[in-house]
């Protein structure tokens, strides 16, 4: 339900699977079949094809813990990089660990209209800290998104956002303990501007973000469409009723 990209990490079964770079420098790769990531270029869920490796030689030489691949999203034929740790120097082989790392993340998408500039600004840094894996940078940025909104809802608005709060919880089966962080994070600086940040994993910060998207899709967007709708149905109203206006004046 979270697509957050972290779950990307740890795809695979954890037994059984072998992946290796031989003395010629070719890849061996048992679950090559099963690669899929989230492409940061085309944002497509997608297989990946294995483009460049790093020589053999070289690995050998200088026995970093980590290498670097290169491969191509099947989808729009990007490259995309990938890390991985070496379990093993072999005198033949160079055995690596099959989780990766994602060297550049899909960036979080989300609509801003009727998002007002200020909340925008700040939510937008949040997304790009989430992007990269600074999930308690992302956890501050929310703080002050949180804030933002406050100020521009008021006190009436802060109260239904914490009520939003308390049903998302409901609703998606929050965990108690990520949801009192959540509150932590969202609300605590209200009660008492001291209140440290509480630090978030990365799975409870993907959580964090679905839950502050939906926050901001009530408090401003459910309301913009709906107010756009209500004007649109005006201006055809209106429009009619300009049409039958000239008929009561021809003289
Ligand atoms: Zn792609």
């Known amino acids: 339900m979270y697509q957050s990209g972290v779950q990307q990490l740890i795809r695979w079964p954890l037994t059984g699977m072998s992946m290796y770079i031989d003395s010629s420098s070719q890849l061996h790769h048992d679950l090559e079949k099963n690669l899929v990531v989230t492409c940061p270029h085309c944002q497509a869920v997608a297989h990946i ?30 490259p995309i990089f990938l890390r991985f740790t070496v379990r093993v ?18 960036r979080e998408k989300f609509s801003f209209a009727y998002i ?14 989430f992007s990269q894996g600074a999930f308690n940078a992302f956890a501050s940025m929310c703080r002050r998104t949180a804030q933002a909104m406050f100020a521009d809802l008021g006190e009436a608005g802060k109260l239904r956002l914490f009520d939003e709060l308390n049903a998302v919880r409901e609703l998606a089966n929050i965990a108690p303990e990520i949801f009192t962080k959540m509150r932590n994070v969202l609300f605590g600086a209200e009660l008492d501007i001291r209140t440290p940040l509480p630090l978030l994993d990365g799975y409870e910060a993907g959580i964090m973000l679905e839950v502050v998207k939906d926050l901001l899709y009530e408090a401003y967007v459910r309301r913009g469409k709906l107010q756009q709708a209500m004007m649109v149905r005006r201006f055809f109203l209106e429009e009619t009723g300009s049409h039958i206006a000239p008929i009561k004046s021809a003289s």
């Open 49 to 78: 094809t294995p483009s460049a490796v790093p020589r053999f030689e070289d690995l050998q030489l200088y026995r970093p813990k980590q290498v670097g691949l290169v491969y191509l999203c099947d989808a729009c034929h990007m």
């Open 89 to 106: 120097y072999g005198a033949t082989r160079i055995e690596l660990s099959p989780q990766f790392t994602e060297v550049e993340r899909a």
């Open 116 to 129: 007002p500039e200020g909340v925008e600004l700040l939510f937008r840094e949040a997304l790009a800290c």
